[in-house]
């Protein structure tokens, strides 16, 4: 069952400053863990994870419901990329799509730029997904043309979500 965001305050304090959060209360086995400890950890996926009674949760979701009063409807984007900065500033509601249009480049990218890739050996190719379409903006002489021209195209698609690295 999941937590109403009002009753969150008593199990958890969050400085949205930091993005820090402490317990709000001793628990734990004879009161182990002491009111103002450090909460959280981070899970394999880089995300922080705070435990309530006895679900975990994410951190990012239980900021934004401490801070707005109710659990987001839609996800939740790190505007900065870094899955554990969970700072008020770096939190905002996204859609899928504008999830994705905010991750990284693949460790797999071999170009050193998100969305151009190798078309043949002279060419390098420069694209972007949106809603599920890939979006060919065209074929380059150099790697570093091709993603200025898929940064200008993605900004076009993803406004403000759109990442370049």
């Not at 317990?23 to 950890?41: E, T």
């Not at 839609?74 to 870094?82: P, S, T, W």
């Not at 900065?85 to 509601?93: I, M, S, T, V, Y």
Request: glycine residues 8%; positive net charge.
């Amino acid at each position: 069952m999941t937590l109403l965001p009002s009753d969150l305050k008593q199990y958890v304090r969050y400085d949205p400053e930091t993005g820090i959060f402490t317990s709000a209360r001793d628990s734990g086995c004879k009161g182990q863990w002491k009111a103002g400890r450090r909460i959280g950890h981070v899970n394999k996926k880089g995300y922080l994870t705070i435990w309530i009674e006895p679900r975990g949760y994410f951190a990012h979701r239980v900021a934004w419901a401490l801070m707005t009063g109710e659990w987001p409807q839609e996800e939740l984007d790190h505007a900065n990329g870094i899955r554990d900065d969970n700072r008020w500033c770096n939190l905002r509601e996204a859609s899928h799509a504008q999830n994705m249009a905010n991750t990284r480049r693949s460790k797999a990218n071999k170009s050193g730029y998100k969305g151009v890739h190798r078309f043949d050996d002279n060419l390098w190719r420069a694209s972007v997904r949106f809603n599920g379409k890939r979006y060919d903006v065209g074929l380059f002489r150099c790697p570093t043309a091709a993603f200025f021209a898929r940064n200008a195209k993605a900004k076009e698609l993803h406004g403000e979500f759109a990442r370049s690295a």
